[in-house]
Protein backbone atom coordinates (compact mmCIF):
# COMPACT_ATOMS: atom_id res chain seq x y z
CA UNK A 1 0.00 0.00 0.00
CA UNK A 2 1.03 4.01 -0.52
CA UNK A 3 1.10 6.67 2.05
CA UNK A 4 -2.43 7.87 0.25
CA UNK A 5 -3.79 4.50 1.47
CA UNK A 6 -4.38 2.58 -2.27
CA UNK A 7 -3.75 -0.25 -3.45
CA UNK A 8 -0.05 -1.48 -4.42
CA UNK A 9 0.33 -0.29 -7.94
CA UNK A 10 3.54 -2.32 -8.79
CA UNK A 11 6.41 -4.18 -7.90
CA UNK A 12 7.68 -2.43 -5.08
CA UNK A 13 5.38 -3.40 -2.83
CA UNK A 14 6.50 -7.34 -3.11
CA UNK A 15 8.19 -7.48 0.34
CA UNK A 16 5.60 -6.28 1.91
CA UNK A 17 3.15 -9.09 0.46
CA UNK A 18 5.73 -11.79 0.95
CA UNK A 19 5.96 -10.61 4.78
CA UNK A 20 2.25 -10.20 5.60
CA UNK A 21 0.64 -12.47 3.09
CA UNK A 22 -2.18 -14.77 4.35
CA UNK A 23 -0.79 -17.76 2.53
CA UNK A 24 2.61 -17.53 4.94
CA UNK A 25 2.65 -19.69 7.94
CA UNK A 26 3.29 -18.30 11.06
CA UNK A 27 6.70 -18.24 12.62
CA UNK A 28 7.04 -21.14 15.65
CA UNK A 29 9.22 -22.90 17.04
CA UNK A 30 12.01 -25.19 14.46
CA UNK A 31 11.63 -28.38 14.67
CA UNK A 32 15.21 -28.68 16.13
CA UNK A 33 15.68 -27.58 19.86
CA UNK A 34 16.78 -23.94 19.43
CA UNK A 35 17.06 -22.75 22.58
CA UNK A 36 20.26 -20.89 24.49
CA UNK A 37 21.54 -23.91 25.92
CA UNK A 38 21.09 -25.80 23.02
CA UNK A 39 22.69 -23.58 20.95
CA UNK A 40 25.84 -23.26 23.73
CA UNK A 41 25.34 -27.46 23.57
CA UNK A 42 26.03 -27.48 20.15
CA UNK A 43 29.17 -25.14 20.02
CA UNK A 44 30.49 -26.90 22.57
CA UNK A 45 30.33 -29.78 20.90
CA UNK A 46 32.26 -28.43 17.13
CA UNK A 47 34.78 -27.17 19.74
CA UNK A 48 35.53 -30.48 20.58
CA UNK A 49 37.80 -31.44 17.77
CA UNK A 50 39.76 -27.48 17.72
CA UNK A 51 43.14 -26.67 18.15
CA UNK A 52 43.97 -24.93 21.27
CA UNK A 53 42.99 -21.67 19.82
CA UNK A 54 39.51 -22.34 19.76
CA UNK A 55 39.91 -24.00 23.67
CA UNK A 56 41.45 -20.95 25.11
CA UNK A 57 38.44 -18.91 23.75
CA UNK A 58 35.77 -21.46 25.16
CA UNK A 59 37.80 -20.85 28.65
CA UNK A 60 38.18 -17.50 28.10
CA UNK A 61 34.44 -17.61 27.51
CA UNK A 62 33.89 -19.85 30.82
CA UNK A 63 35.31 -17.26 32.64
CA UNK A 64 33.45 -14.30 30.93
CA UNK A 65 30.30 -16.27 32.22
CA UNK A 66 31.55 -16.75 35.35
CA UNK A 67 30.74 -12.80 36.20
CA UNK A 68 27.52 -13.12 34.47
CA UNK A 69 25.04 -11.03 37.61
CA UNK A 70 22.32 -13.87 38.85
CA UNK A 71 19.09 -13.80 36.42
CA UNK A 72 15.57 -12.39 38.29
CA UNK A 73 13.56 -15.21 39.73
CA UNK A 74 10.47 -14.21 37.42
CA UNK A 75 12.35 -14.87 34.20
CA UNK A 76 14.12 -18.34 35.35
CA UNK A 77 10.07 -19.78 34.48
CA UNK A 78 9.90 -17.69 31.33
CA UNK A 79 13.35 -18.79 30.33
CA UNK A 80 12.31 -22.42 30.40
CA UNK A 81 8.96 -22.34 28.84
CA UNK A 82 7.49 -25.70 27.65
CA UNK A 83 8.32 -26.36 23.89
CA UNK A 84 5.27 -26.21 21.87
CA UNK A 85 2.91 -29.15 20.97
CA UNK A 86 4.31 -30.99 17.93
CA UNK A 87 8.19 -30.58 18.82
CA UNK A 88 10.45 -33.42 20.31
CA UNK A 89 12.90 -31.57 22.41
CA UNK A 90 15.99 -33.35 21.34
CA UNK A 91 18.24 -34.78 24.44
CA UNK A 92 21.69 -32.80 24.92
CA UNK A 93 24.65 -35.28 25.07
CA UNK A 94 25.30 -34.85 28.64
CA UNK A 95 22.04 -35.59 29.93
CA UNK A 96 21.03 -38.96 31.28
CA UNK A 97 17.96 -40.67 29.20
CA UNK A 98 14.62 -40.61 30.01
CA UNK A 99 13.52 -42.35 32.90
CA UNK A 100 17.15 -42.69 34.31
CA UNK A 101 16.95 -41.69 38.02
CA UNK A 102 18.90 -38.54 38.65
CA UNK A 103 21.80 -37.83 40.51
CA UNK A 104 21.80 -36.45 44.60
CA UNK A 105 20.21 -33.16 44.60
CA UNK A 106 22.48 -30.32 44.48
CA UNK A 107 21.94 -26.07 44.33
CA UNK A 108 20.51 -23.86 41.88
CA UNK A 109 22.89 -22.69 39.08
CA UNK A 110 24.04 -19.02 39.71
CA UNK A 111 22.44 -18.03 36.27
CA UNK A 112 19.97 -19.55 33.88
CA UNK A 113 17.54 -20.91 36.85
CA UNK A 114 17.70 -24.28 36.47
CA UNK A 115 19.23 -27.11 38.80
CA UNK A 116 21.56 -29.23 37.28
CA UNK A 117 20.04 -32.90 36.94
CA UNK A 118 23.93 -34.29 36.43
CA UNK A 119 25.95 -35.92 38.62
CA UNK A 120 28.38 -33.73 40.51
CA UNK A 121 32.10 -33.35 38.38
CA UNK A 122 34.97 -31.94 38.99
CA UNK A 123 35.75 -28.57 37.10
CA UNK A 124 38.70 -29.00 34.49
CA UNK A 125 40.29 -26.21 32.73
CA UNK A 126 40.88 -26.04 29.37
CA UNK A 127 44.67 -27.17 28.29
CA UNK A 128 46.77 -24.78 27.13
CA UNK A 129 49.83 -26.85 26.62
CA UNK A 130 50.36 -27.19 22.68
CA UNK A 131 49.33 -30.48 20.83
CA UNK A 132 53.06 -31.78 20.83
CA UNK A 133 53.92 -31.22 24.23
CA UNK A 134 54.75 -33.77 26.94
CA UNK A 135 52.25 -33.98 29.65
CA UNK A 136 52.61 -31.90 32.38
CA UNK A 137 53.74 -33.11 35.70
CA UNK A 138 51.13 -34.56 38.22
CA UNK A 139 50.41 -32.23 40.52
CA UNK A 140 47.76 -32.09 43.28
CA UNK A 141 44.16 -30.22 42.33
CA UNK A 142 44.03 -26.86 43.48
CA UNK A 143 40.15 -25.00 43.72
CA UNK A 144 39.91 -22.48 41.38
CA UNK A 145 37.88 -19.59 41.68
CA UNK A 146 33.63 -20.46 42.87
CA UNK A 147 34.70 -23.80 43.67
CA UNK A 148 36.58 -25.07 40.86
CA UNK A 149 38.89 -27.42 41.00
CA UNK A 150 41.73 -28.05 38.15
CA UNK A 151 41.98 -31.94 37.28
CA UNK A 152 43.24 -33.55 34.18
CA UNK A 153 43.00 -31.59 31.46
CA UNK A 154 42.92 -34.40 28.71
CA UNK A 155 39.64 -35.40 29.58
CA UNK A 156 36.74 -34.62 27.19
CA UNK A 157 33.98 -35.42 29.12
CA UNK A 158 34.94 -33.49 31.51
CA UNK A 159 35.82 -30.55 29.98
CA UNK A 160 32.22 -30.53 28.62
CA UNK A 161 31.40 -30.64 32.02
CA UNK A 162 33.03 -27.92 32.81
CA UNK A 163 32.04 -25.61 30.08
CA UNK A 164 28.43 -26.84 31.51
CA UNK A 165 28.68 -26.00 35.03
CA UNK A 166 30.72 -22.75 34.07
CA UNK A 167 27.89 -21.21 31.97
CA UNK A 168 24.76 -21.98 34.58
CA UNK A 169 26.07 -20.76 38.23
CA UNK A 170 23.34 -20.76 40.88
CA UNK A 171 22.06 -17.85 41.77
CA UNK A 172 21.85 -17.84 45.49
CA UNK A 173 24.94 -19.72 46.12
CA UNK A 174 27.89 -18.61 48.35
CA UNK A 175 31.34 -19.75 48.18
CA UNK A 176 30.64 -22.35 50.67
CA UNK A 177 27.89 -24.06 48.60
CA UNK A 178 30.33 -23.92 45.35
CA UNK A 179 33.01 -25.79 47.20
CA UNK A 180 30.50 -28.24 48.23
CA UNK A 181 29.49 -28.83 44.51
CA UNK A 182 32.97 -29.48 43.38
CA UNK A 183 33.08 -33.02 44.01
CA UNK A 184 35.62 -36.17 42.39
CA UNK A 185 35.17 -37.06 38.65
CA UNK A 186 33.30 -40.14 38.45
CA UNK A 187 34.95 -43.41 37.46
CA UNK A 188 33.29 -43.65 33.64
CA UNK A 189 34.38 -40.17 33.22
CA UNK A 190 38.05 -40.13 34.29
CA UNK A 191 41.01 -42.06 32.38
CA UNK A 192 43.13 -41.79 34.86
CA UNK A 193 42.24 -41.15 39.08
CA UNK A 194 43.08 -38.13 40.72
CA UNK A 195 43.68 -36.75 44.24
CA UNK A 196 40.89 -35.79 46.13
CA UNK A 197 40.62 -31.65 45.81
CA UNK A 198 40.77 -29.69 48.34
CA UNK A 199 38.45 -26.86 48.38
CA UNK A 200 38.92 -23.11 49.05
CA UNK A 201 38.08 -21.48 52.84
CA UNK A 202 34.74 -20.21 52.67
CA UNK A 203 34.07 -16.68 51.46
CA UNK A 204 32.41 -14.62 53.86
CA UNK A 205 29.36 -13.23 53.42
CA UNK A 206 26.97 -11.04 55.23
CA UNK A 207 25.08 -14.34 56.23
CA UNK A 208 27.80 -16.70 57.04
CA UNK A 209 30.50 -15.33 59.19
CA UNK A 210 34.78 -15.02 58.71
CA UNK A 211 36.51 -18.35 59.47
CA UNK A 212 38.44 -17.25 62.38
CA UNK A 213 42.30 -18.34 62.24
CA UNK A 214 43.78 -21.04 64.02
CA UNK A 215 47.35 -21.45 65.46
CA UNK A 216 49.05 -24.05 63.26
CA UNK A 217 50.91 -26.57 65.56
CA UNK A 218 54.97 -25.97 65.54
CA UNK A 219 55.73 -29.63 65.25
CA UNK A 220 53.43 -29.59 61.95
CA UNK A 221 54.97 -26.32 60.35
CA UNK A 222 58.13 -26.52 60.05
CA UNK A 223 59.12 -23.16 58.59
CA UNK A 224 57.51 -22.18 62.16
CA UNK A 225 59.60 -24.53 63.89
CA UNK A 226 62.75 -23.17 62.04
CA UNK A 227 62.23 -19.52 62.63
CA UNK A 228 60.55 -20.24 66.71
CA UNK A 229 62.56 -18.02 69.08
CA UNK A 230 63.14 -18.53 72.80
CA UNK A 231 64.65 -16.88 75.49
CA UNK A 232 68.16 -17.84 75.73
CA UNK A 233 69.39 -19.95 79.28
CA UNK A 234 73.04 -20.18 80.84
CA UNK A 235 72.91 -23.90 79.52
CA UNK A 236 72.46 -22.52 75.67
CA UNK A 237 75.38 -19.80 76.22
CA UNK A 238 77.43 -20.76 78.16
CA UNK A 239 79.84 -18.01 80.00
CA UNK A 240 82.68 -17.18 78.20
CA UNK A 241 85.86 -16.14 79.98
CA UNK A 242 86.58 -12.06 79.53
CA UNK A 243 89.20 -11.01 76.99
CA UNK A 244 92.58 -10.91 77.61
CA UNK A 245 93.56 -7.26 79.37
CA UNK A 246 96.79 -5.90 79.90
CA UNK A 247 96.82 -4.39 83.27
CA UNK A 248 94.41 -4.26 86.06
CA UNK A 249 94.44 -1.96 88.84
CA UNK A 250 94.42 2.58 89.09
CA UNK A 251 96.62 3.12 86.03
CA UNK A 252 99.20 1.50 83.71
CA UNK A 253 102.28 0.33 84.88
CA UNK A 254 105.58 2.78 83.98
CA UNK A 255 106.81 0.44 81.94
CA UNK A 256 106.07 -0.94 78.21
CA UNK A 257 104.26 -4.17 78.32
CA UNK A 258 106.97 -5.56 75.89
CA UNK A 259 110.74 -6.13 76.04
CA UNK A 260 113.21 -3.50 74.80
CA UNK A 261 116.56 -4.24 75.81
CA UNK A 262 118.52 -7.81 75.51
CA UNK A 263 120.79 -8.81 78.37
CA UNK A 264 124.16 -8.69 77.25
CA UNK A 265 126.18 -11.68 76.03
CA UNK A 266 129.30 -13.24 76.76
CA UNK A 267 130.95 -15.20 73.81
CA UNK A 268 132.80 -17.35 75.39
CA UNK A 269 130.29 -18.11 77.92
CA UNK A 270 126.34 -18.39 75.59
CA UNK A 271 125.26 -20.99 77.77
CA UNK A 272 124.86 -18.02 80.06
CA UNK A 273 122.06 -16.63 78.08
CA UNK A 274 118.56 -16.73 79.66
CA UNK A 275 115.67 -16.77 77.25
CA UNK A 276 113.41 -13.97 78.54
CA UNK A 277 109.86 -16.12 78.71
CA UNK A 278 109.60 -19.97 79.39
CA UNK A 279 106.84 -21.93 78.99
CA UNK A 280 105.26 -25.36 79.92
CA UNK A 281 102.39 -27.75 80.35
CA UNK A 282 101.48 -31.28 81.25
CA UNK A 283 98.12 -33.72 81.81
CA UNK A 284 98.77 -36.72 84.22
CA UNK A 285 95.65 -38.36 85.70
CA UNK A 286 93.21 -36.08 86.97
CA UNK A 287 94.85 -32.80 86.65
CA UNK A 288 96.34 -30.31 84.29
CA UNK A 289 99.36 -28.48 84.56
CA UNK A 290 100.92 -24.70 83.13
CA UNK A 291 104.38 -23.25 84.50
CA UNK A 292 105.68 -19.81 83.09
CA UNK A 293 108.60 -17.95 83.89
CA UNK A 294 108.78 -14.91 81.95
CA UNK A 295 110.97 -11.48 82.71
CA UNK A 296 109.50 -8.48 84.61
CA UNK A 297 108.68 -5.02 83.28
CA UNK A 298 111.96 -3.46 85.31
CA UNK A 299 114.49 -6.19 83.90
CA UNK A 300 113.20 -6.05 80.38
CA UNK A 301 113.80 -1.83 80.04
CA UNK A 302 117.00 -2.45 82.00
CA UNK A 303 118.38 -4.97 80.22
CA UNK A 304 118.78 -7.09 82.56
CA UNK A 305 118.56 -11.43 82.76
CA UNK A 306 115.45 -12.67 84.10
CA UNK A 307 116.57 -13.65 87.62
CA UNK A 308 113.79 -16.33 88.15
CA UNK A 309 114.41 -20.68 86.96
CA UNK A 310 111.68 -22.73 85.91
CA UNK A 311 112.33 -26.36 86.54
CA UNK A 312 109.82 -29.48 85.21
CA UNK A 313 110.95 -32.77 85.32
CA UNK A 314 109.04 -36.30 85.08
CA UNK A 315 111.04 -39.13 86.97
CA UNK A 316 109.56 -42.67 86.74
CA UNK A 317 107.08 -44.26 84.25
CA UNK A 318 103.00 -45.41 84.35
CA UNK A 319 101.33 -44.56 87.88
CA UNK A 320 104.28 -44.69 89.84
CA UNK A 321 106.06 -41.52 88.09
CA UNK A 322 106.58 -38.12 89.98
CA UNK A 323 106.38 -34.82 88.54
CA UNK A 324 108.51 -32.13 89.92
CA UNK A 325 108.01 -27.94 89.54
CA UNK A 326 110.82 -26.47 90.82
CA UNK A 327 111.30 -22.09 90.65
CA UNK A 328 113.75 -20.48 92.61
CA UNK A 329 114.69 -16.39 92.30
CA UNK A 330 118.49 -15.36 92.84
CA UNK A 331 119.61 -12.50 95.07
CA UNK A 332 118.54 -8.90 93.78
CA UNK A 333 120.83 -7.28 92.40
CA UNK A 334 123.51 -9.55 92.37
CA UNK A 335 125.62 -10.30 88.79
CA UNK A 336 124.98 -14.01 89.07
CA UNK A 337 121.53 -14.38 90.27
CA UNK A 338 120.30 -16.35 87.36
CA UNK A 339 123.21 -18.53 87.48
CA UNK A 340 122.04 -19.44 91.50
CA UNK A 341 118.54 -19.49 90.48
CA UNK A 342 119.29 -22.06 88.00
CA UNK A 343 121.70 -23.94 89.78
CA UNK A 344 119.35 -24.54 93.18
CA UNK A 345 116.57 -25.84 90.86
CA UNK A 346 118.74 -28.14 89.48
CA UNK A 347 120.31 -29.19 92.75
CA UNK A 348 116.99 -30.10 93.95
CA UNK A 349 116.22 -32.05 91.08
CA UNK A 350 118.88 -34.44 91.14
CA UNK A 351 118.29 -34.96 94.72
CA UNK A 352 114.49 -35.81 94.49
CA UNK A 353 114.66 -37.53 91.43
CA UNK A 354 117.36 -40.21 92.79
CA UNK A 355 115.18 -40.54 96.00
CA UNK A 356 111.62 -40.31 93.33
CA UNK A 357 110.54 -43.72 94.26
CA UNK A 358 110.69 -43.91 97.87
CA UNK A 359 108.44 -40.61 97.87
CA UNK A 360 106.23 -41.20 95.41
CA UNK A 361 105.53 -44.40 98.05
CA UNK A 362 105.15 -42.27 100.90
CA UNK A 363 103.22 -39.59 99.15
CA UNK A 364 100.46 -42.57 98.22
CA UNK A 365 100.55 -43.84 101.90
CA UNK A 366 100.27 -40.39 103.44
CA UNK A 367 103.40 -40.54 105.50
CA UNK A 368 103.52 -36.76 106.29
CA UNK A 369 106.36 -36.74 108.85
CA UNK A 370 108.40 -38.90 106.80
CA UNK A 371 107.89 -36.38 104.00
CA UNK A 372 108.25 -33.52 106.21
CA UNK A 373 112.23 -34.96 107.17
CA UNK A 374 113.17 -36.06 103.79
CA UNK A 375 112.23 -33.50 101.79
CA UNK A 376 113.74 -30.84 103.89
CA UNK A 377 117.05 -32.72 104.23
CA UNK A 378 117.14 -32.73 100.50
CA UNK A 379 116.40 -28.91 100.61
CA UNK A 380 119.32 -28.50 102.92
CA UNK A 381 121.72 -30.12 100.60
CA UNK A 382 120.94 -28.31 97.69
CA UNK A 383 121.17 -24.81 99.33
CA UNK A 384 124.10 -25.89 101.30
CA UNK A 385 125.97 -26.61 98.10
CA UNK A 386 125.35 -22.99 96.36
CA UNK A 387 126.89 -21.92 99.51
CA UNK A 388 130.01 -23.86 98.89
CA UNK A 389 129.93 -22.17 95.02
CA UNK A 390 129.75 -18.78 96.51
CA UNK A 391 132.86 -19.90 99.47
CA UNK A 392 134.56 -21.31 95.44
CA UNK A 393 134.07 -17.80 94.00
CA UNK A 394 135.25 -16.16 96.46
CA UNK A 395 131.95 -13.92 97.50
CA UNK A 396 129.51 -13.87 100.15
CA UNK A 397 127.05 -16.52 100.70
CA UNK A 398 124.46 -13.83 100.31
CA UNK A 399 125.43 -12.77 96.90
CA UNK A 400 124.97 -16.13 95.92
CA UNK A 401 122.03 -17.62 97.77
CA UNK A 402 118.30 -18.17 95.89
CA UNK A 403 114.90 -18.67 97.43
CA UNK A 404 112.92 -22.30 96.36
CA UNK A 405 110.10 -23.37 96.18
CA UNK A 406 108.68 -26.66 94.78
CA UNK A 407 106.13 -28.93 94.09
CA UNK A 408 105.61 -32.53 93.64
CA UNK A 409 102.83 -34.54 91.89
CA UNK A 410 101.76 -38.15 91.54
CA UNK A 411 101.35 -39.43 88.39
CA UNK A 412 98.65 -42.06 89.96
CA UNK A 413 95.03 -40.44 89.39
CA UNK A 414 93.93 -42.47 92.58
CA UNK A 415 96.08 -39.96 94.59
CA UNK A 416 94.84 -36.80 94.88
CA UNK A 417 97.74 -35.60 97.46
CA UNK A 418 99.64 -32.52 96.32
CA UNK A 419 102.92 -31.77 98.32
CA UNK A 420 104.68 -28.21 98.57
CA UNK A 421 108.13 -27.54 100.11
CA UNK A 422 110.01 -24.86 99.66
CA UNK A 423 112.71 -22.21 101.14
CA UNK A 424 112.09 -18.19 101.10
CA UNK A 425 109.33 -15.61 99.90
CA UNK A 426 106.71 -16.76 97.47
CA UNK A 427 103.11 -17.52 97.51
CA UNK A 428 100.58 -20.49 97.46
CA UNK A 429 97.22 -20.29 96.46
CA UNK A 430 94.33 -21.89 95.83
CA UNK A 431 91.13 -21.58 94.15
CA UNK A 432 87.99 -22.96 95.51
CA UNK A 433 84.57 -22.18 94.80
CA UNK A 434 84.78 -18.52 93.30
CA UNK A 435 87.41 -17.90 96.07
CA UNK A 436 91.28 -17.58 96.54
CA UNK A 437 93.06 -18.97 99.43
CA UNK A 438 95.95 -18.28 100.89
CA UNK A 439 97.31 -21.22 102.36
CA UNK A 440 100.93 -20.43 102.25
CA UNK A 441 102.48 -22.25 105.43
CA UNK A 442 103.26 -19.85 108.41
CA UNK A 443 106.43 -19.45 109.99
CA UNK A 444 106.04 -18.23 113.72
CA UNK A 445 108.64 -17.06 116.02
CA UNK A 446 109.59 -19.10 119.11
CA UNK A 447 108.57 -17.08 122.16
CA UNK A 448 108.52 -18.28 126.00
CA UNK A 449 111.01 -19.90 128.24
CA UNK A 450 112.31 -23.29 126.91
CA UNK A 451 110.72 -26.46 127.61
CA UNK A 452 112.27 -28.87 129.93
CA UNK A 453 113.21 -31.61 127.34
CA UNK A 454 113.20 -29.46 124.33
CA UNK A 455 116.47 -27.55 124.33
CA UNK A 456 116.80 -26.51 128.01
CA UNK A 457 120.04 -27.13 130.11
CA UNK A 458 119.33 -29.96 133.04
CA UNK A 459 119.04 -28.64 136.46
CA UNK A 460 122.25 -30.92 137.74
CA UNK A 461 124.78 -32.84 136.21
CA UNK A 462 124.69 -36.27 136.40
CA UNK A 463 127.07 -36.70 139.64
CA UNK A 464 124.79 -33.96 141.04
CA UNK A 465 126.67 -31.09 141.15
CA UNK A 466 124.48 -27.72 139.84
CA UNK A 467 125.30 -25.95 137.89
CA UNK A 468 126.37 -22.28 138.71
CA UNK A 469 123.83 -19.73 137.71
CA UNK A 470 124.29 -17.41 134.72
CA UNK A 471 124.99 -13.75 135.69
CA UNK A 472 123.91 -12.62 131.98
CA UNK A 473 127.57 -11.18 131.53
CA UNK A 474 128.50 -10.89 127.19
CA UNK A 475 131.47 -12.58 126.96
CA UNK A 476 133.83 -11.01 123.84
CA UNK A 477 133.69 -13.19 120.76
CA UNK A 478 136.94 -14.91 120.52
CA UNK A 479 138.81 -13.78 117.04
CA UNK A 480 139.62 -18.05 116.76
CA UNK A 481 136.22 -18.44 116.11
CA UNK A 482 134.56 -18.56 112.55
CA UNK A 483 131.99 -15.63 111.87
CA UNK A 484 128.68 -17.27 112.50
CA UNK A 485 126.11 -17.54 109.63
CA UNK A 486 123.40 -15.06 109.10
CA UNK A 487 119.59 -16.81 110.55
CA UNK A 488 118.61 -19.15 107.45
CA UNK A 489 115.28 -19.05 105.80
CA UNK A 490 112.48 -21.49 107.68
CA UNK A 491 111.26 -24.89 106.06
CA UNK A 492 108.35 -24.47 104.48
CA UNK A 493 106.02 -27.75 104.48
CA UNK A 494 102.01 -28.58 103.24
CA UNK A 495 100.60 -31.71 102.20
CA UNK A 496 97.02 -31.24 100.89
CA UNK A 497 94.40 -33.57 99.54
CA UNK A 498 92.98 -31.78 96.31
CA UNK A 499 89.30 -31.51 95.67
CA UNK A 500 87.47 -31.69 91.86
CA UNK A 501 87.71 -28.08 90.39
CA UNK A 502 90.33 -26.95 92.63
CA UNK A 503 92.82 -25.18 91.25
CA UNK A 504 96.59 -24.84 93.10
CA UNK A 505 99.22 -22.07 92.35
CA UNK A 506 102.42 -21.94 93.52
CA UNK A 507 104.24 -18.57 92.29
CA UNK A 508 107.58 -16.73 93.25
CA UNK A 509 107.35 -13.28 94.68
CA UNK A 510 107.03 -11.17 91.99
CA UNK A 511 103.29 -12.45 91.07
CA UNK A 512 102.49 -13.57 95.04
CA UNK A 513 102.79 -10.39 96.10
CA UNK A 514 100.15 -8.55 93.86
CA UNK A 515 97.96 -10.91 94.26
CA UNK A 516 98.05 -10.62 98.10
CA UNK A 517 98.45 -6.08 96.89
CA UNK A 518 95.58 -5.81 94.21
CA UNK A 519 92.15 -7.29 94.92
CA UNK A 520 91.35 -6.87 90.94
CA UNK A 521 94.03 -9.25 89.74
CA UNK A 522 92.15 -11.59 92.08
CA UNK A 523 88.86 -11.19 90.18
CA UNK A 524 90.32 -11.11 87.39
CA UNK A 525 91.46 -14.37 87.26
CA UNK A 526 89.16 -16.25 88.70
CA UNK A 527 86.71 -15.23 86.30
CA UNK A 528 89.54 -16.41 83.62
CA UNK A 529 90.62 -19.90 85.50
CA UNK A 530 86.68 -21.10 86.51
CA UNK A 531 85.55 -22.46 83.67
CA UNK A 532 85.22 -26.29 82.82
CA UNK A 533 88.59 -26.49 81.00
CA UNK A 534 91.92 -25.11 81.86
CA UNK A 535 93.47 -22.68 79.30
CA UNK A 536 95.66 -23.41 77.15
CA UNK A 537 99.30 -22.05 77.02
CA UNK A 538 98.77 -19.20 75.25
CA UNK A 539 96.23 -17.68 77.47
CA UNK A 540 98.25 -18.89 80.59
CA UNK A 541 100.91 -16.76 79.53
CA UNK A 542 98.41 -14.07 79.14
CA UNK A 543 96.86 -13.99 82.47
CA UNK A 544 99.91 -14.66 84.44
CA UNK A 545 101.41 -11.23 82.69
CA UNK A 546 98.92 -8.92 83.34
CA UNK A 547 100.39 -6.10 84.47
CA UNK A 548 99.86 -4.00 87.99
CA UNK A 549 101.34 -1.08 88.74
CA UNK A 550 104.41 -0.71 91.22
CA UNK A 551 104.72 -4.33 90.71
CA UNK A 552 107.47 -4.67 88.21
CA UNK A 553 109.75 -8.19 89.39
CA UNK A 554 110.11 -11.30 87.52
CA UNK A 555 107.39 -13.19 88.01
CA UNK A 556 107.27 -17.51 88.05
CA UNK A 557 104.26 -19.32 88.69
CA UNK A 558 102.48 -23.02 88.39
CA UNK A 559 99.30 -23.60 88.55
CA UNK A 560 97.39 -26.99 88.77
CA UNK A 561 93.71 -28.00 87.68
CA UNK A 562 91.67 -30.46 88.88
CA UNK A 563 89.37 -32.57 86.97
Given at each position: MSQQGGRPTGHEDDWWGQLYDESTEDTGPTPAPDTLDDRFASVAGAMDGESDAGAEAVDEGIAAGAGVPAQRPGDAEATQAPPRAG??????????????????????????????????????AVSRMPPDSPAPPATPPS?????????????DGARTAAVEEAAAPAPHTTGRHRAADAAPVPQENATASAP??????????????????????PAQDPARTRHATRT????????????????????????????????????????DLVADTVLDGAKYGTWTMRAVSLRGDSARYRGEPRRDSLLTARFGT?????????????????????????????????????????????????RRGDLKSGLHRLTDRSLGKLRAGAAEQGIEPEEYSATLRCLLLPADPECRTRVFFGVGAGGLFRLRDGDWQDIEPRVTDVTGEAVVGFGSLPAETPEGDRLTMDLGITTPPSPYDPAPEPPREPFRFRASVARPGDT????????????????????????????????????????TQVRVKGYADDRTAAAVWEA
Open positions: FAQQRARWEPPPGTPDGPATPASPAGGRTSRENPVTTVAGPGGRVDADPGQAPTADPPTPTPDTPAPQPTEADATHLDLPTLPPAPVDYVGSGPPTYDAEPTALPPADPDDLDGEQALILVAMATGARATPGAHRAAAEACHWIGRAVGRSHARLAEDIRAALLMCTGGLAEPLRGEPDLCRYLTTRWSGATPPGLASFLAD
